[in-house]
């Protein structure tokens, strides 16, 4: 079966989406963080969130239906089960246990509040998937309905799963050549290209951002062997296209792989890239007293959230330095939530 739609929409429909506020703000951020400077476009946002994320949605009913059916065929044919129970029996509980489990969902998946509504053009690609998925059937062939679940979920993930899914297609071309053990040619955001060798995608300390780590060198260098490469780390958004090249191993031996480790450990994954970012201290009144009675206020003050928790601008390693002599009185708290 799959969504009806019609010729007008065939044609490159624009569908009416309206979502709670929440979402409309992470959407926005979220377009600001990865497209940067960038041209970008609502409707070109959108469609990337669908395409990426359609099939590991929880608002994807027909898909989670899968392993429920699965489950209930292997409990009818467990033999003190089969033999006892005849087929009208059988097709009764069946119905009825799926029946049930899709309405769970469904109300799970629809329970967010009306918002802003506003209008996005679905490219080709993703009409052809509407058509496909059986999903019609839990929505009413509510298109609208479908993709207000989806992008309900999506707002509702932490920004590293996000930025993951909005760049799905570069986090596979990582794994796959950490799988085989291959170079990538890696083009960052202002067009600088490096070689590397990959070790691993990770998280930062505070699970806020995905790295790429491993041994790299500027693709100018006449020199590219793996000896002359060294620990770098770049963050996914930062990565504006990567290939694999296939001719060239990225096999990483083990007292450089040891290296790496000791880096993150010692320094987190971010160890090369430096961000800087929005990051939350706690100061008690003591730990206050410290900070305005410095004179080396290198570290910027952003904003202050209440009397005891402050904003701070700069690398989680430079704000962690700066306040490691404030002992007990200052603690690193987290990144702040417009970072």
Known sequence: MGFFLSEDQHSGFKQHLNLSFLAWAVIESDMNHFYGHRPNSLSGFLNT????????????????????????????????????????????????????????????ATKFPKGKGRKFRVNQANQRTLEDLEDDRYYNNSVGTYLK??????????????????????????????????????????????IGCPYCLTLDKYSAFNYLVGFG??????????????????????????????????????????????????????????????????????????????????LKLIRKLDPYHFVFFGTVRDVEQYFMVFGHHAKVMSLSANS
Not at 74 to 82: D, M, Q, T
Not at 156 to 185: G, Q, S
């Open 49 to 108: 969130v669908f395409a990426n994320f359609y099939q590991d949605s929880k608002a994807t009913i027909s898909f989670l239906m899968v392993p429920i059916r699965e489950q209930l065929n292997y409990v009818f044919e467990i033999p003190e089960i089969k033999d006892w129970m005849n087929i009208a029996g059988k097709e009764k509980i069946y119905e009825t246990v799926l029946s049930m489990r899709a309405d769970d969902l469904l109300t799970e």
């Open 217 to 298: 060198i500027n693709a100018n260098e006449s020199e590219n062997s793996l000896d002359g490469m060294e620990p770098r780390s770049i963050r996914l958004s930062h990565i504006e296209e990567v290939k694999i090249l296939h001719s060239q191993s990225g096999r990483i031996p083990e007292e450089k792989r040891a290296l790496i480790e000791k880096l993150m450990d010692e320094r987190g994954p971010d160890f090369i890239s430096g961000d800087k970012r929005e990051i939350v201290v706690h100061l008690d009144e003591e730990g206050l007293a410290l900070y305005n009675a410095n004179n080396d206020h290198s």
């Open 149 to 194: 679940a989806i992008f309900e979920d999506y707002a509702r993930k932490p920004f590293h799963e996000r930025e993951a899914i909005f760049y799905r297609h570069t986090v596979e071309i990582i794994h796959e050549a950490i799988d085989k053990k291959m170079r990538l040619k890696i083009t960052a955001k202002g067009h600088r290209v490096y």
